[in-house]
């Protein structure tokens, strides 16, 4: 739990969001902090994993140096070496290609990356939301053909009420936290049912508002009649600004700002939708999900008004829907580049917050395995195999950096440990035997089906862990590993650190 200045309390066990929301001082552990912002950024998930690993290797380089005497150049191309060897050891022999992902192995990816979270009981039905919203805005770049998943049109609105349990995913339809603007308005435009139905939006960022003379400018009238001119030609002008957006065929307005009563007459005549008050991001997002544009300003490049109707996005329907508390506007058959949303469910504020960061944490690894197409198995296995490995390397290296390795190798096996520990388990005794067992698979071709060998954590033994669907993406571990040695490697190289005391140099400048 952390309660920062102004009271503000975040209930979390992710890696990234801790250290985001810790003041952090020093520079070595500022390194850290943006070490994992950077797992968090590339991967979405691991954040912990990486800077438990970067501590690990610094706390044995710190040894090597005072209690060995090595020089910290000889430590820093000795993890090198065993970053580079452990990356190949792990592509040759460790890595399951699977050549056409099948839904179980996203599933069990999925739930793997649950399994610490907030919503690890329900991580079944999580996993599956997390897949099918994943693979719900698959898009193939027309330029080199790849397939990709952006995860940025997956939206993720939160509501109070309900249990985690009766969350939802919108297939290509978009869920806005906006109501609308006035009773008199319809709750529903379009047919969700009818494929042809083509309902037009239109997506502005300004305030619709009744024109008003600029600051500063002054009339002088004679005639009073002439001040029920001004009046009424302000509010031509504001009939004039919304018959332009009506004449392009928008059945539904939605505004970032506010619209006032004249407007919102307008528009009721009209049978128009409008919701104000929209998240400028929503906006965004809708508008590339329907093939629209959020629109700035009505200026065209003559210094006339126009609104262009090829900024307008289509679909099939909008309806105002109850959900817990309030209202909310769902879009349905968004005819763009494809979107969908999850509504998320829970008790209070801090469960859907804490949620919807494991939610991203299993939408970036289902993103990752369908992008990468290979696995490897999860519960220490991947680094309980290459400290068996990296060991019998370090004894074929004749030279100072032999120790280095060896550090890097025991550095490695702080996953497996911190696993058993947090599993209230024994860590020496477990570690022990998936070591034990991974020996022999090195050793003999025989026993190569041990390398899939992890921690089961229930009950407290070793098992086949690709077997038990344990699994996690070959790049979460390739990528924390290269970050970690790489952070490590930054911090070791500093000899000293001059902190210039602010006061001091500021009296010596004006001395």
């Known amino acids: 739990m952390l309660v920062d200045d102004i009271g503000d309390v975040t209930i979390t066990n992710d890696g990234a969001t801790i250290l985001a929301q810790l003041e952090v001082e020093h520079p070595a552990a500022r390194l850290l902090v943006d070490l994992a912002q950077l797992q968090d950024k590339e991967v979405g998930d691991g ?46 022999n460790m890595l ?7 839904d179980d192995h996203l599933l069990q990816a999925a739930r793997t990356s649950m399994s610490s979270k907030i919503i690890g009981k329900e991580g079944d039905f999580f996993a599956n939301l997390a897949v099918e919203a994943t693979k719900s805005v698959k898009t193939v770049s027309p330029s080199d053909g790849k397939t990709k998943y952006p995860l940025s049109a997956i939206h993720i609105l939160k509501a109070h009420g309900k249990s985690s349990l009766e969350s939802y995913l919108m297939k290509g339809g978009f869920c806005l936290n906006a109501t609308r603007a006035a009773q008199g308005m319809p709750t529903n435009v379009g047919d969700p049912d009818d494929e042809s139905s083509q309902i037009k939006i239109a997506m502005i960022d300004m305030n619709l508002q009744k024109h008003r003379m600029a600051m500063g400018v002054s009339i002088q009238v004679k005639d009073p009649k002439e001040i029920e001119n001004i009046k009424k030609r302000e509010m031509d002008i504001t009939k004039e600004k ?8 928008a059945r539904v307005v939605l505004t970032t700002k506010g619209i006032d ?4 007459k307008y528009f009721v005549e009209a049978g128009v939708l409008c919701a104000r008050r929209c998240p400028k991001e929503d906006l965004k997002r809708l508008a590339k999900a329907t093939g629209g544009q959020l629109v700035i ?10 609104f262009d109707s090829d900024s307008l996005g ?26 969908s949303t999850i509504v998320l469910r829970g008790a209070n504020e801090y469960m859907l917050d804490e949620m919807d960061r494991a939610l991203h944490d299993s939408l970036c690894v289902v993103k990752r395995m369908l992008e990468s197409n290979t ?11 290459l400290n068996v490995y990296l060991q019998e390397y370090a004894t074929s290296l004749d030279t100072r950096e032999q120790l280095a390795i060896e550090a890097f190798a025991d550095a490695l096996l702080v996953i497996p440990k911190t696993l058993a520990v947090n599993a209230a388990k024994d860590s ?58 790489e952070a490590a490697i930054t911090i070791l190289r500093i000899d000293d650190r001059i902190t210039l005391n602010p006061s001091q140099g500021q009296g010596q400048m004006r001395g």
């Open 314 to 339: 289509v679909c099939q329907a909008v309806q105002e829907v109850r959900v817990g508390d309030g209202e909310m506007l769902h879009v349905l058959g968004c005819k763009g580049s494809g979107a």
């Open 261 to 264: 009563d004249l407007c919102m």
């Open 47 to 92: 954040t912990t994993s990486v800077v438990v690993i970067a501590a690990e290797l610094l706390k044995r380089g710190q040894q090597l140096v005072h209690q060995q005497g090595l020089h910290p150049t000889t430590i820093l191309s000795g993890y090198r070496l065993a970053c580079k060897a452990a990356v190949a050891y792990m592509k040759k």
């Open 375 to 385: 696995l490897v198995p999860g519960g220490g296995a991947v680094e309980a195999a």
């Open 242 to 249: 919304i018959q332009k957006i009506l004449d392009t065929g």
């Open 96 to 102: 399951v290609p699977v050549n056409s992902l099948e």
């Open 297 to 306: 300003t009505m200026a065209d490049m003559e210094g006339d008004e126009s």
């Open 428 to 485: 020496a005794d477990l570690v022990s035997k998936l070591r034990a067992v991974h020996a022999k698979s090195q050793r003999n071709e025989a026993d190569s089906h041990y390398k899939t060998y992890g921690l089961d954590l229930v009950n407290g033994e070793i098992r086949d862990n690709l077997a038990a669907g344990v699994v996690e993406p070959a790049m979460s571990k390739i990528k924390s590993l290269r970050f970690a040695t």
